[in-house]
């Protein structure tokens, strides 16, 4: 005879209260939010004059960015070929989906800087920031079609990945979960900047780990390359998010917070080890679920919360890349594109960056 376990039983009675104490609170937050209060956020009439800088720290995030510039042109794809046909059929299709995955979420993520925070957001470094990033997502939109399109032959499965919000089950729900961050329109700022910094730090961790995986093996040295220039832009834009709720006056409570980074995690583990496991690839799903844990508990931290999976870091070769707000990854170079003049520059304001030059 089955019997159950008492903590569980006391678990599944409570729930109804949790939920009834959450809605509550999350009530509370948005009634109570009073956006003329929130630097960030109230009108600001020299918004259109960069000097004087006054957050020296989001300026600095900004110069940053501005240094860390590429371009589709300067990564060579004429060697991926000969490894894309070596790849199994299942390592062909892990690859290809994942790609179109990429290829959608930066133009959702540029959706919501125009529709949404570079409209709410009156501090000019912080538009400034939001700016680049938008022409930064571009790329790396273009480099992932470039490279659908450089691997895939068949007219009807480019169609397929290219639109995989539509054709694709496993993209459409991560898509789905982003989207209606942007359309909501009872969501704080706060909340909605905890939204998006899930979608670059978490739902991109897992898949940007899969692909470093490749780099591990020796193979696709474009892909992989790309993919590390990448995955530096998207985790300054996490650390981004996370300095602009460091200046927000009205946080959102911390159950808020963490209920958006579990359901991100939830998406994302579901993502990668069920709709599109890493099996394929030679990898885990197990430890790619830990891991998803792991980055999502770095940036809880960063939101100034308590972890909540405690998980530890399965995959060593992440290290460099572990989406944290002080990541050691995004303080190095990578391939050289780290623009010196850039990054030396000292103004009457700040020493602008420090950067290393350590290999990855």
């Not at 961790?205 to 590390?228: D, H, Q, V, Y």
Request: charged share 25%; proline share 4%.
């Amino acid at each position: 005879m089955m019997t159950m376990n008492k903590e569980n039983v006391m678990d599944n009675s409570q729930q109804p209260q949790k939920t009834k104490h959450f809605l509550e609170s999350v009530a509370d937050y948005r009634t109570n939010f009073d956006a003329t209060i929130e630097p960030l956020l109230k009108d600001n009439p020299k918004r259109f004059v960069i000097f004087p800088i006054i957050y020296d720290d989001i300026w600095a995030m900004y110069k940053k960015q501005e240094a860390s510039f590429w371009n589709v042109e300067e990564v060579n794809l004429k060697n991926d070929l000969d490894d894309w046909i070596r790849l199994t059929d299942e390592e062909r299709h892990f690859v290809s989906h994942v790609l179109a995955f990429f290829a959608a979420s930066d133009g959702i993520v540029n959706e919501n800087l125009v529709e949404r925070f570079s409209q709410e957001v009156q501090v000019t470094e912080a538009r400034c920031f939001y700016g680049f990033q938008i022409m930064m997502e571009n790329i790396h939109s273009e480099m992932y079609s470039l490279l659908i399109d450089t691997y895939i032959q068949d007219p009807k499965e480019k169609d397929f990945l290219f639109n995989a919000i539509e054709t694709m089950p496993c993209v459409k729900k991560k898509a789905d979960w982003a989207l209606k961050w942007i359309s909501d329109s009872k969501a704080t700022f706060g909340e909605r900047l905890v939204a998006f910094a899930a979608v670059e730090g978490i739902f991109f961790s897992g898949s940007f780990a899969a692909l470093f995986w490749l780099k591990k093996r020796g193979l696709m040295p474009g892909l992989t390359f790309s993919n590390e220039l990448i995955s530096r832009d998207e985790g300054l834009h996490t650390d981004f998010a996370c300095l602009l709720f460091k200046h927000l006056v009205q946080k959102p409570p911390q159950d808020i917070i963490t209920h958006i980074i579990r359901e991100a995690v939830t998406i994302e583990q579901d993502f990668l080890t069920n709709a599109l496991p890493v099996r394929m690839v030679g990898m885990n799903c197990e430890k790619m679920a830990v891991y998803i844990e792991f980055v999502a508990d770095r940036l809880l931290v960063e939101l100034g919360c308590p972890t909540v999976f405690r998980s530890s870091n399965p995959f060593p070769f992440m290290e460099l890349i572990s989406q944290q707000g002080k990541t050691n990854f995004f303080e190095k170079r990578v391939g050289d594109y780290q623009k010196a003049s850039v990054a030396v520059t000292e103004t009457p304001h700040l020493s602008t960056m420090d950067i290393t030059d350590k290999d990855f």
